[in-house]
C-alpha cells in the first residue's frame, strides 16, 4: 500500500522560498516514479515536476523551470520541491503523486497521491 503525506506548505510573500516534502511509503521499487502536481481555485490539476527513482530523469513544468528543483532522497523516503521565487500565480494546493513507470507529466497516470498541503504566496 503505497502512502503519501506532504508537508512544508504555508503563506509566503512574493519572491520568498518554501520546501516541500513527500513522505514516502509502499513505493519502493526501482520504477517508482515521484511528482509534484498543483491545483488552483477552479483550475484543473497542473504537472509541476517529476523525477525518478535515481533523480537521472527530471521533467519541469515550463512556467517553474529555474525556480523550481525536485528531489529525492530513497535512503530517507521523502522527495522535496524547493520553491524558489514564488509569485502569486503559484498559490496553489500542491500534491504529491507516484506511479511505477517512468517520469511523466500526465497526472491520471499516477495512480497514488497525497492530501495536499495549501501554498498562499501573496503580492
Known amino acids: 500500500q503505497v502512502q503519501l503525506v506532504e508537508s512544508g506548505g504555508g503563506l509566503v510573500p512574493a519572491g520568498g522560498s518554501l520546501r516541500l516534502s513527500c513522505a514516502v511509503s509502499?513505493?519502493?521499487?526501482?520504477?517508482?516514479?515521484m511528482g509534484w502536481f498543483r491545483q488552483a481555485p477552479g483550475k484543473e490539476r497542473a504537472f509541476v515536476a517529476a523525477?525518478?527513482?535515481?533523480?537521472?530523469?527530471?521533467s519541469y513544468a515550463d512556467f517553474v523551470k529555474g525556480r523550481f528543483t525536485i528531489s529525492r532522497d530513497n535512503a530517507k523516503n521523502t522527495v522535496y520541491l524547493q520553491m524558489n521565487s514564488l509569485k502569486p500565480e503559484d498559490t496553489a494546493v500542491y500534491y504529491c503523486?507516484?506511479?511505477?513507470?517512468?517520469?511523466?507529466?500526465?497526472?491520471?497516470?499516477?495512480?497514488?497521491w497525497g492530501q495536499g498541503t495549501q501554498v498562499t504566496v501573496s503580492s
Open positions: 503523486a507516484a506511479r511505477e513507470g517512468i517520469v511523466d507529466v500526465t497526472p491520471q497516470r499516477y495512480g497514488y
Open positions: 509502499g513505493c519502493t521499487s526501482k520504477s517508482c516514479t
Open positions: 523525477i525518478s527513482w535515481r533523480g537521472t530523469t527530471i
